[in-house]
């Protein structure tokens, strides 16, 4: 009986004393135990510019703190920002990196030394690995600086707007065009001493409202358009070397031409009209037929080609685009060769134009495996292999759909995650970018 009582007694307890936890859990008043304050930090040397690092903050429990680097012993003294951080020596050497925080009870510390390099060291070079075509890439005006500009410049030979040469934004209203985006990248290609790839003048999807409500005549249109296209190419002459004219104007499925405005206005032959545009306003620039699907589906190929050879006949085109957004497991390497062996045929220029290789077409991963970035490898390095292996004559470029896999069009589009391009979110150089290398070894 009393080991009863006793035993009651504890039972007693012990709900009592639950019960108490479970209000002080749930009572907002009473403070979380305070995280401990550890200083750590990562640091990244660019494999671009090996004199540039990386330093990202990784420090727990330092909420409110100040804190800040100095990237040489006793050096000056940088304050940390949100997010990674970037600092560039002047030369190769041995540094201690050290981040300070200013801890109510003293200064806590973390330090690291890093050895950086002189550019020897680096791996080659996209655009040294061949002189026979160029290795574009697709640019914004906003990410040609800092970290994006080493590598644009480092790696890259040719440069295409992602969408600042597009009608809608280079003529955004009737009578008046801005420029201001697009004179940025021309100006940035012709500085660095690169290509340039006019992409794209006529396009159904990127269109300014005011063009597809057009409120003239159809005469009034084409004369419209003719004067959009030779305000646009003079405009360039000389430094835009080479032009995609219309772009994806084959309708999915039917293999017809889609039903434009430009072909509404202009009539079924507004294609060769906007080449004829085109090649009256620069005669030396090298006017391009783009357009994506062309590897796998047979009689979009064949469409293209009619257009092509329509062209041609009147001396209008110089070369075909075969956009590259492809994927790791498709298309094989013999449709790929089948657009080349057409183009090839013809005495054309192939364009490998917005190369992107996904990884994860199926959803099936949440985030970039080893084995996903060896496919990856293995597909660039096939693709670049199937280009390098033309004729030189027929060799242009092959170009790059964006720089860092945060940064593709393709992860809004398909609404999953992916990691299609070359660089990872660190800039840092990706399997992907070794196999482009290795296909043009000796
Ligand atoms: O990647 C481009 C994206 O940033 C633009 O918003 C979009 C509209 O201008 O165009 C994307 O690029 C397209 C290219 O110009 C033509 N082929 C399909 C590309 C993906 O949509």
Known sequence: MKYLLNLGGICVLLVISFTIFACSKDDDSTPEPPTPIIVSFDVIIS???????????????????NSYWQFTENGPVVSDQAGPEMHLYDAAGEYLITLTVEAPDGDIQASEIVTVTDDNEMHPALKDATDKFS???????????????DILVREFNNLTAEYEMKMNIMYPSEGNYDFTAADAIVDYGVTNDMDIHGHTLIWHNAIPDWVD???GTDQEFEDMIEDYITTVMTRYAGEVRSWDV???AIEDGSNQLRNSVFRQRMGDDYISKCYQFARNADPDALLFYNDYNLTFDVGKQAAMFDIVDDLAS???????GAQMHIDIFFPSSAQIQSVVDGTVSRGLKMH???LDVRVNPNNDITSFTEARAIAQQNKVREVVEIYDAMPDVNKFAITIWGMRDTETWLIDFWGQPDWPLLYDVAFQPKRAHTGF???LED
Do not use: P
């Open 47 to 65: 494999q671009q510019n090996s004199l540039r690092v990386t330093v990202n903050n990784t420090s727990t429990g330092v909420n409110g703190l």
């Open 135 to 149: 290795v574009g890439m697709a640019v914004q005006s906003n990410r040609m600086d800092g970290q994006h500009g």
């Open 213 to 215: 409500n057009f409120s």
């Open 246 to 248: 219309v772009n994806e």
């Open 314 to 320: 009147q001396n209008l085109i110089d070369g075909v």
């Open 352 to 354: 490998f134009a917005e």
């Open 437 to 439: 290398l290795e296909a």
